[in-house]
């Protein structure tokens, strides 16, 4: 079962523009992974935010975590058009989920030179 | 340093047909995890291995199996092959649970397609 959803399904911009996605889960998190997936290969780790931290950045790219409202945003400035892919937001949860990401449905970005 | 590597890259299998796929962790990883991506379906976990020991199972039924080997290698068995077995399947490994870190690291994954 799916964790999260993700907002939006699509988006598509212009290069140099920025690019916001959410996630929302369900359940309590130890930790909020961002991933990103070009064309079905495999996954590539952007960032990780734990529960107790609010906001992580990496580069271009700027987390958030609002565990009050189980919602996590990545924001990528200055898009490129190799961001152009599909990006996944994966939860860590305790107990008999311990160990294992839940994933969102994703958010495929498309990025215009 | 070299990242996960998986094997084959691509793989077709008929109906009731048995595979094994193959996982090798970045150096000086503990855990492997198997994760399934089919389409309409999403990434869906599969299992983990950690210190060669099973520490925990997806809504996989027992058709699916694996171990972890000794120099923390991994295999993925899928008996009874049925077409919706059709999927890119993942395998991630991260520093394991004595460490404590959780960031997966994913390698490029294997096609399987069941005809």
């Known amino acids: 079962s799916q964790q999260g959803e993700e907002d939006p399904q699509a988006l598509s911009i212009q290069e140099g523009e920025n690019a916001t996605m959410n996630c929302s889960y369900k359940t309590s998190i130890n930790n909020l992974q961002w991933y990103r997936q070009n064309s079905g290969r495999g996954l590539v780790h952007l960032i990780l935010i734990r529960s107790n931290e609010r906001e992580k950045h990496s580069g271009r790219l700027r987390v958030t975590l609002d565990t009050s409202k189980k919602s996590s945003s990545l924001l990528i400035t200055a898009s490129r058009a190799a961001d152009t892919a599909s990006y996944f937001c994966?939860?860590?949860?305790?107990?008999?989920?311990?160990?294992?990401?839940?994933f969102g449905q994703g958010t495929i970005l498309t990025v215009h030179p | 340093e070299a990242g996960v590597t998986q094997s084959p890259t691509h793989l077709i299998k008929t109906r009731g047909q048995q595979v094994t796929l193959r996982c090798s962790p970045i150096?000086?990883?503990?855990?492997v995890y198997w994760y399934q991506q089919a389409l309409g379906l999403g990434l869906q976990f599969l299992l983990w291995y950690d210190e060669g020991e099973e520490r925990n199972r997806g809504n996989f039924p027992p058709r699916f199996s694996g171990r972890q080997f000794p120099n923390y290698s991994s295999e993925l068995n899928v008996n009874a092959l049925e077409l919706e077995d059709s999927a890119l399947y993942l395998c991630a490994s991260s520093l394991g649970l004595a460490v404590g870190r959780d960031e997966q690291f994913f390698g490029p994954g294997t096609r399987l397609t069941v005809l």
């Open positions: 150096s000086g990883h503990t855990s």
């Open positions: 994966a939860t860590v949860s305790g107990g008999t989920s311990y160990g294992k990401l839940t």
